[in-house]
C-alpha cells in the first residue's frame, strides 16, 4: 500500500506501531493489529489515492462504531455458530498457506528455498520451547541472509534519518468515495475474520479473559478512527495475527508490545530507506513463519472432529471463504444457513441438535 499509493512511510509505519502498542495494554494478551485485507487488495490493484484511502478508513471506523454501539455486532454473534466461524478460520488458515506456499518460500529462488527449508526445520525442533524463542531464531536467520546475499553492510546507516508523520485530513468526497470503493467490500470480511473469529480464538486460547464481541468492534473503530489524520492506514484485529503471536510463543501482550516499538522505531527513524529496510527480512523466512499461522488456525477445527455434520459444514466454509470472490460472505451466510437447516431437520426427527 507504501508503494501503490504514495504513501508515507513514516506515518503508516508509526501509527502502525503505536496501535500495536495500545491493543497490547488494553486487552493484555497477543491481540495485535493488521491492515484490512480486502481495503489493501483494491488499493494495490486499482493504486487508490492516499486520500480515498483515508476517507475509507475513516468511514468503516464509523461503520463498525454504530455496529459495536448498537448491538448489530453482538446479535450477528448469536446468529453464528461455532462451526461456521471455524470455517472461517480455516479459510483463513487456507489462504495464508497458500501465500506462504506459493509466494514468499519461492521468492528468492534456490536461495530462497533452501532458507525456508532450513527455517521450517529450525522452527519444527524449537518451537514449543520456552528457553529458546524460536521466531527470534529465525528472524536472526532471515537478517543474515538479507545481509549475505541483497545488503551490504552500510545499507542501514544510509536509510536513517528522522521523520515525524505528518497531519492528514480527508474531506468529505474522500471518505464518500472510500465508503464506496474500499468500506464496502471490507466489512463482511472484517465481521467474519476481524471480529467473530478473533473473538472465538481470544475464547479458546485466553478462556479465563472475557473479551466481548462489542470490545473489539469498538477498539477496531477508534483505531480507523484515528489512523487516517496521521497518515496511518486502516487496521483491524485478527484471528491469524493472534495466531501468529500464540504459536511462536506470546502469552501476554508484551509481544505486542515489542511488535509495535520495532515498528514505532523503524517509522520515526528507518522511514526514508523504506525500500533498503524491508529486505532485512526476506520473504522465504516470512514465508516460514505464515505457513506455522496457518497450521494453528487449520488445526483449530479439530473441536468439531466428534461431530461430524459439523466438521463437514466448517470445510465447506473454510474452502468457499477461500477461494471464492467475497468468499468470506458467501461463506459466512451458506454456513448459517446450512447450520440451521440442519437443526431444523434433527428437530423433525427428535434427534438432539448437537
Known amino acids: 500500500m507504501i508503494l501503490a499509493s504514495g504513501l508515507s512511510p513514516s506515518g ?26 480486502a481495503m489493501a487488495a483494491i488499493v494495490i490493484a486499482q493504486k487508490i489515492p492516499a486520500s480515498v484511502l483515508f476517507g475509507g478508513g475513516l468511514a468503516i471506523g464509523v461503520c463498525m462504531l454504530v455496529l459495536s454501539a448498537t448491538g448489530l455486532l453482538s446479535a450477528i454473534h448469536r446468529a453464528v455458530p461455532k462451526p461456521v466461524i471455524r470455517g472461517i478460520q480455516l479459510g483463513l488458515g487456507l489462504q495464508l498457506a497458500g501465500i506462504a506456499l506459493k509466494d514468499y518460500v519461492q521468492a528468492d529462488g534456490v536461495h530462497g528455498l533452501w532458507l525456508a527449508g532450513i527455517g521450517f526445520t529450525v522452527a519444527l525442533v524449537l518451537i514449543g520451547r520456552k528457553h529458546i524463542p524460536s521466531a527470534v531464531v529465525l528472524v536472526a536467520m532471515g537478517a543474515a541472509y ?7 553492510a552500510g545499507a542501514l546507516t544510509e536509510a536513517t534519518g528522522f521523520q515525524f508523520p505528518q497531519w492528514q485530513a480527508p474531506t468529505g468526497a474522500d471518505i464518500w468515495t472510500g465508503f464506496l470503493l474500499l468500506a464496502l467490500p471490507q466489512i463482511p470480511l472484517s465481521i467474519a475474520n476481524s471480529v467473530l473469529a478473533t473473538t472465538q480464538l481470544a475464547e479458546d486460547l485466553f478462556p479465563q479473559r472475557k473479551i466481548t464481541i462489542r470490545q473489539i468492534g469498538l477498539t477496531y473503530s477508534l483505531m480507523n478512527l484515528v489512523n487516517p489524520f496521521f497518515g496511518g492506514i486502516p487496521t483491524c484485529h485478527g484471528s491469524g495475527g493472534m495466531a501468529g503471536h500464540y504459536t511462536f510463543g506470546g502469552r501476554t501482550g508484551g ?13 520515526l527513524f528507518f522511514s526514508q530507506g523504506f525500500q533498503t529496510v524491508i529486505q532485512v527480512f526476506p520473504l522465504p523466512m516470512l514465508g516460514v513463519l505464515l505457513l506455522f499461522e496457518a497450521i494453528a488456525l487449520v488445526v483449530l477445527s479439530r473441536d468439531l472432529g466428534k461431530n461430524p455434520p459439523h466438521f463437514v459444514l466448517a470445510i465447506v466454509v473454510g474452502l468457499l471463504a477461500s477461494s471464492l470472490p467475497y468468499g468470506y460472505l458467501i461463506g459466512l451466510l451458506t454456513g448459517v444457513a446450512t447450520y440451521h437447516l440442519m437443526q431444523k431437520r434433527w428437530s423433525r426427527l427428535g434427534l438432539p441438535p448437537e
Open 12 to 37: 503508516v509505519l508509526t501509527v502502525f506501531g503505536l496501535m500495536q502498542i495500545a491493543t497490547a495494554l488494553r486487552y493484555r494478551m497477543p491481540m495485535p493489529v493488521q491492515p484490512l485485507k
Open 146 to 152: 538479507a545481509f549475505l546475499f541483497k545488503l551490504h
Open 255 to 267: 509481544s505486542v508490545v515489542i511488535y509495535g516499538i520495532i515498528f514505532v522505531v523503524l517509522g
